[in-house]
C-alpha cells in the first residue's frame, strides 16, 4: 500500500485518484475551479474516458478534497457545464 498526498493506492480507483488530484491542484485557477472539460483533456493519455475520471472524481468528492457542479448555459439551449471545486482546506496535502 503507497500513501501519496494523502490518499492509499490500494485500488486503480484509488490510483487514478491520487493522479487526478494531482493534476487538479496544477490546473485551479484562482477560485480553486476547474472545468470537466480542460481535467479530462489533461488526464487523457492516462485516462481516456470520462467514466474512469468519473469514478476517480467520485473517490475525491468522498474523501472531501473537491465538490462537483453543475450549471446551465445563461442563454439558450446548451449542454450542462460540470465544474471541479477543490477543497481550499486539502490543498496542502
Request: hydrophobic share 35%.
Amino acid at each position: 500500500v503507497t500513501i501519496y498526498g494523502g490518499l492509499r493506492a490500494d485500488s486503480s480507483a484509488e490510483a487514478d485518484a491520487r493522479y487526478i488530484w494531482q493534476k487538479l491542484k496544477a490546473m485551479r485557477d484562482g477560485e480553486g475551479v476547474v472545468p470537466r472539460r480542460d481535467l479530462l483533456r489533461a488526464c487523457h493519455r492516462r485516462i481516456p474516458k470520462g467514466s474512469i475520471l468519473d469514478a476517480g472524481l467520485s473517490e475525491l468528492a468522498r474523501r472531501g478534497y473537491i465538490a462537483v457542479r453543475e450549471s446551465k448555459a445563461e442563454s439558450g439551449p446548451g449542454r450542462v457545464r460540470t465544474e471541479i471545486l477543490l477543497n481550499p482546506e486539502a490543498e496542502g496535502l
